[in-house]
């Protein structure tokens, strides 16, 4: 790619050979000469000097050159022989350093450096698309073209560069995060590489202090903040105020239990099991202490806060835009979450006496009050998913516009499944022009926004009533089944709708930096 840096470099050497020999032209000749020279150089000043930072040097050259002979008199004659081989040596050091520079970045470098950007967004939750086109973007900076294949467990990255080619597989995935900070970080870093020159050594010591970035928050607060969440979603669901202090007191338990067997690396599906234990059963024995009259509330909230909003959504994109082997995967891991937070939260029942019921009718709230629960609910997922402050704002609006444009579908007589859709557009729109404006990743506003309208509640009453329908056999009501049935298939649509509203707008407003 810089074929044109050296071509441009021999012919301004050509140009100043033939006037050290002739240093006296005529006006037509002279004028000829220097448009060639002034032709030349823009080819050469038209090879990006970002592409790497060894460039400089000949970005300085030719701005040097450009400038001497702006400043020539075309009605006059070019200037003695001693300017002319300054000239003539001046293009030569062009041609060498574009030579020397033509391939600056060794393709075992270019490779390495390219998956590290792809692994970092990967297993912090970025969607597929995002990851490829973050990879792309990088390999395309050092003169390369990528092709990645995305697998659950690893990515598989072939570079190619003028018919060199380099194969390499990224250390393996052992678990998915959700760490917004990381890919907000990796998208700066991005923009900052592909703006201007950085040494190797500069992102490659990036790229580590994203990896090992501790989190924003301190582990209190997101103790606090899904405390907050869990009880706001009490509020969102008809509950009273008993309710909302005991699944507070509840949640942030069960958020400190969570947090301290992730630090201890227990078993991703363990981990959601006995945290709902935990939470279900906090939950469970103040019902049966009379401090709630809701026992199916109190449990469910509990289970919500361990919902995987983001796979769920991540999987439904990804199978959208025809990513159909990870979208699988990332549907197989949030359905055993969900699973097993289910399991959790049904021994929890069976040990406090607590019931949850397969019927259950919830109060809509009023639109202000949905609005101020509604950001109470987004910021525990905020500090969760360690999105940066400046940013926070942002996600709590996105999630005030989902919800309670949810809510109002649903005060005017339209089903769920159509105001889930509604909502979800609602927030993509928003997050896709923040993004735009923040020059930062739209997921980081719209997951957020949109994991407190994830239908856990119908899931885990629908996991509730087969495991009823299990334990009673042939005997089991026909309005059970149909309850069940109804509730599994409003949990499968609302996803589908949650999805195809945060998807939608991405799709629709492309990515300028794609």
């Known amino acids: 790619m810089f074929f044109a840096a050296v071509k441009g470099a021999q012919v301004v050497e050509q140009k100043y050979q033939e006037m050290a020999a002739h240093p006296f032209f005529e006006d037509t000749a002279l004028a000829h000469a220097r448009g060639a020279i002034l032709s030349e150089t823009s080819r050469i000043a038209s090879v990006r000097p970002r592409l790497c930072p060894f460039l400089c040097p000949l970005a300085l050259r030719i701005q040097e050159i450009r400038t001497a002979i702006f ?14 081989k300054k000239g003539c040596f001046a293009a030569r050091l062009l041609r060498e350093i574009a030579a020397m520079t033509a391939h600056p970045v060794p393709i075992k470098d270019a490779s390495h450096l390219t998956l590290s950007v792809g692994r970092i967004l990967f297993q912090n939750n970025a969607d597929t698309d995002a990851v490829t086109c973050a990879v792309q973007r990088i390999a395309k900076v050092f003169g390369c073209d990528a092709h990645l294949l995305v697998t659950y467990e690893a990515l598989l990255l072939t570079m190619d560069r003028d018919g060199e080619f380099r194969t390499k597989t990224g250390k393996r995935i052992p678990s ?33 202090a994203v990896e090992k970035q501790r989190p924003i928050y301190p582990r209190w607060i997101v103790v606090a903040g899904l405390g907050l969440t869990a009880a706001s979603l009490s509020r969102l669901f008809g509950g009273d105020w008993p309710t909302f202090w005991v699944t507070l007191v509840a949640g942030m338990a069960s958020t400190a239990f969570r947090l301290e067997l992730g630090r201890r690396g227990v078993n991703l599906f363990l981990n959601a099991m006995l945290t709902a234990f935990v939470g279900g059963s906090i939950a469970g024995i103040a019902v049966a202490l009379k401090l709630s009259t809701l026992p199916a509330l109190c449990l469910i909230t509990q289970g919500m806060i361990l919902v995987p909003g983001v796979p769920f959504v991540n999987c439904v994109q990804d199978m959208i835009k025809n990513h159909m082997a990870i979208g699988i995967s990332r549907l197989g891991l949030a359905v055993l979450i969900t699973l097993a937070v289910a399991i959790g939260l049904f021994a929890a029942t069976a040990v406090t006496g607590a019931e949850i019921s397969v019927t259950e009718v919830s109060r809509l709230p009023s639109l202000a009050e ?35 444009t949810r809510t109002f579908c649903l005060l005017h007589h339209m089903d769920i499944v159509a105001g889930s859709l509604i909502g ?15 020059r930062a990743p739209s997921s980081a506003f719209a997951f957020p926004g949109v994991v407190a309208m994830i239908p856990g509640a119908f899931a885990f009453r629908a996991v509730i009533g087969y495991l009823a329908i299990i334990n009673a056999g042939p005997a089991s009501a026909p309005s059970l089944v149909a309850e069940t049935l109804a509730l599994s298939a409003t949990s499968l649509f609302m996803v589908l709708a949650i999805a195809i509203g945060v998807a939608a707008p991405a799709i629709l407003i492309k990515n300028s930096r794609a």
Do not use: K
């Not at 900070?181 to 990796?186: D, E, K, Q």
């Not at 400046?390 to 919800?403: I, M, T």
């Open 176 to 208: 998915m995060n959700v760490n917004m900070a990381a890919v907000a970080a990796g998208e700066t870093l991005l923009d900052e590489v592909e703006a201007g020159p950085m040494a190797l050594t500069e992102i490659r010591a990036r790229l580590e």
């Open 424 to 438: 979800a557009l609602a927030a993509g729109f928003l997050a896709q022009g923040f993004a735009r404006g923040f």
């Open 370 to 404: 949905d609005a101020l629960f509604s950001a109470c609910a987004a910021l525990g997922y905020l500090f969760l998913f360690n999105v940066p402050w400046r940013l926070a704002w942002v996600g709590v609006l996105c999630g005030v516009a989902s919800h309670t």
């Open 71 to 84: 400043g020539m008199p075309s009605e006059e004659p070019f200037g003695d022989r001693e300017t002319a």
